[in-house]
């Protein structure tokens, strides 16, 4: 077994973003902008932003955040996020989910400029993801792709079996793969026997948030294992979806957890940013 090791690319991808963001500034008399808004106090969530704007500021993107209570109301929101539209200053805007339930998430993901959605959540940016056109690219999936490519993992006409189905990783990295040439199976809470299915992947894909729910018998000797899952265990301990212990010594690659996934979602978000500054740019020469 061979470790996929996401936190040592990261810092290589950070490494050369950073060079990108200098030599932007020098032509552009500018950082990249990135704004982030967080609401509520989800100590998850607070925690994911914290490392996000962290990395801005390490690479040289200016990040601006904003924090809105638990209670906020959806037109103010809905305000600051045209607000952000209309700054020139900021290149991308980052709204941190999951957001309370009296907010409707999807209205506000839609109300993001196209153009400045790094997270690529918004409904022009996936369909754009699903008929294989040029689009900002959710992070995760797109993290996931890119160590897949670094240590080349071939994806054409491989089976990968994703579990999970949500609108962040699940879906986006389904089309992704497919884009890719790969077969690809996604499996779901409603899913019956979901190990026999996770049997016949060569790339197996876990994205449930359920520790280790991926066991030993239902990894196929060789198989390569992406875990997304991050859990806290009940001693505090962080832990994937995937028993790592049990699996590690039949898969051919693995992640770990931490420093797997987690660190290349950062990685591609930065490097979201800096191409659509970049794109902010050239829409300001043509003007
Ligand atoms: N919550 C969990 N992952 C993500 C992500 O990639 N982007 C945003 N905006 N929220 C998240």
């Not at 010594?249 to 693995?254: M, T, V």
Request: glycine share 8%.
């Amino acid at each position: 077994m061979s470790l996929l090791d996401g936190k040592m690319l990261s810092k290589k991808l950070k490494e050369e973003l950073t060079q990108d963001v200098s030599h932007f500034i020098e032509n552009h008399g500018r950082a990249p902008g990135l704004a982030t808004i967080l609401v509520g106090h989800d100590s998850a969530s607070a925690v994911y932003i914290k490392n996000k704007r962290l990395s801005c500021e390490k690479t040289g993107i200016t990040s601006y955040h904003q924090q809105f209570a638990d209670d906020i109301d959806q037109q103010k929101l809905i305000d600051h996020i045209n607000q952000l539209n209309n700054d020139p200053k900021v290149d991308g805007i980052l709204l941190q989910l999951p957001l309370p339930i009296h907010l409707n998430t999807q209205k506000l993901l839609n109300t993001i400029d196209p153009c400045k959605d790094v997270d690529g959540f918004h409904p022009y940016n996936l369909g754009k993801l699903l008929k294989s056109e040029t689009a900002f690219i959710p992070c995760t999936p797109l993290g996931i792709l890119r160590l897949l490519q670094h240590y080349a993992i071939e994806l054409s006409g491989k089976h990968c079996v994703i579990l999970g189905r949500s609108n962040i990783v699940g879906k986006p990295l389904a089309m992704l793969l497919l884009n890719n040439n790969a077969t690809v199976t996604v499996c779901h809470s409603k899913t019956d026997n979901i190990e026999s299915y996770v049997q016949q992947a060569d790339i197996v894909i876990a994205a449930v948030g359920k520790a280790k729910l991926v066991k030993e018998d239902w990894i196929k000797p060789g198989a390569v294992v992406i875990d997304v899952g991050i859990n806290r265990q009940n001693d505090g301990s962080l832990c994937g979806d995937v028993d790592y212990e049990q699996t590690a010594d039949k898969a051919s690659w693995i992640t770990p957890v931490p420093g797997g996934v987690g660190p290349l979602t950062i990685a591609m978000l930065l490097q979201n940013t800096v191409l659509a500054a970049k794109q902010q740019e050239k829409i300001k020469d043509r003007g």
